[in-house]
């Protein structure tokens, strides 16, 4: 069980939140939750310490000290006392906008829960409390903070060792290990950008299938889940195990294509049965090889762009925006477009 503290100025929203941790069967099961009025938590010492915060962010009165007018400052309080114990902001859609406060307010807090998700039936956003609180605990728990403990905790392959060594890996000094550094390379990094780890769309594009087709044959693959700290609440797979199961599968075939071509060829010999293929979202065809960033489909490379709207390490897979995205939405910032791309916009746009 992992102790919660939530912090809000309303007790009409600490009474909601309290029902749902009362009631809800995943969170009876997973958490003991105390919860704390603003102005009474600043009075107190905490006799012992929580495994995680939950702060609300916009607080409706005044508190007693002026300086904590919302909950960003009350983070930063929080983890000036608290360095290595994760927070999370809590708050309404309608509420927060990333962009009116300040850019380092994820260096503060370790992730934002929006409150509809939690009242949510599907436990997603009880789920992510659960694994960020545990996974740095475990962190937390390592006698020797090195680089073999890590990968430990990870469960990584030997295979994906030297991706993860080249995946802008943070500092690991004994003496002065982060666990919140070590907690956000793994959840912004490692997992969040796709090329170490797979999510099941991607997993199903790199094999050269069709998401319905993966997911019809994902207990194959079951060896290849990450099963690490910080586990995603949807199943995410090791890239270099698919990559050697497929591969394993080809060669028994004398099957030498890139895995997307090969790997369908493959598996139809050995088990007598033809699995669909990745559909390109924009041309229709069989074959695609990306994911859109915007629409988050299959589309074939020729059909997309390289697009650069974040600083993911170079081993991770790059962004691509398809010409379909381009055509029906307005999402595309040509901003991350390279000059040919841009050149090009107007072509793809009159098709």
Not at 167 to 174: C, F, G, I, T
Not at 271 to 280: I, M, R, T, V
Not at 316 to 327: G, H, K, L, N, T
Request: hydrophobic share 40%; aromatic share 14%.
């Amino acid at each position: 069980m992992l102790d919660v503290v939530f912090i809000d100025d309303s007790r009409k929203d600490i009474q909601t939140i309290e029902a749902i941790f009362s009631s809800n069967k995943y969170a009876i099961e997973h958490f003991h939750l105390f919860t704390y009025n603003v102005d009474d938590f600043l009075k107190i010492e905490l006799k012992e310490l929580p495994d995680l915060f939950l702060v609300d962010f916009h607080f409706d009165k005044s508190t007693e000290n002026d300086i904590v007018h919302n909950g960003f400052v009350l983070s930063t309080i929080l983890k000036n006392r608290f360095e290595e114990l994760p927070i999370i902001l809590f708050t309404r859609k309608t509420i927060f906008n990333i962009q009116a406060y300040p850019k380092n307010i994820l260096n503060i807090v370790d992730d934002i829960i929006f409150k509809n998700e939690v009242i949510s039936e599907n436990n997603e956003a009880l789920y992510k409390i659960f694994s960020l609180a545990n996974g740095c605990n475990s962190l937390r728990s390592i006698s020797h903070k090195n680089w073999e403990e890590l990968l430990k905790l990870l469960n990584a392959p030997v295979e994906s060792y030297d991706d993860l060594i080249v995946a802008d890996r943070p500092n690991l000094n004994e003496t002065s290990w982060k666990v919140l550094e070590i907690s956000s390379w793994i959840r912004n990094i490692v997992i969040n950008f796709p090329g170490i780890l797979y999510n099941e769309l991607y997993a199903a594009t790199y094999l050269g299938i069709s998401l319905r087709a993966f997911l019809e044959i994902r207990e194959y693959f079951k060896s290849a889940q990450y099963s690490g700290i910080f586990r995603p609440y949807q199943c995410f797979y090791w890239k270099s195990i698919l990559r050697s199961m497929a591969l394993e599968l080809m060669t028994s075939f004398d099957i030498f294509f890139p895995v997307n071509v090969g790997f369908r060829i493959a598996w139809s010999k050995k088990y007598n049965h033809d699995l669909e293929a990745s559909k390109c979202i924009y041309s229709g065809d069989d074959g695609a090889d990306r994911v859109c960033y915007i629409l988050n489909q299959p589309v074939k490379t020729k059909y997309s762009f390289a697009y650069n709207i974040d600083n993911r390490p170079a081993v991770m897979d790059e962004a691509r925006v398809s010409w379909q995205a381009i055509r029906t939405t307005n999402d595309v910032n040509e901003e991350f477009l390279g000059s040919i791309a841009r050149e090009m916009l107007p072509q793809i746009k009159s098709k």
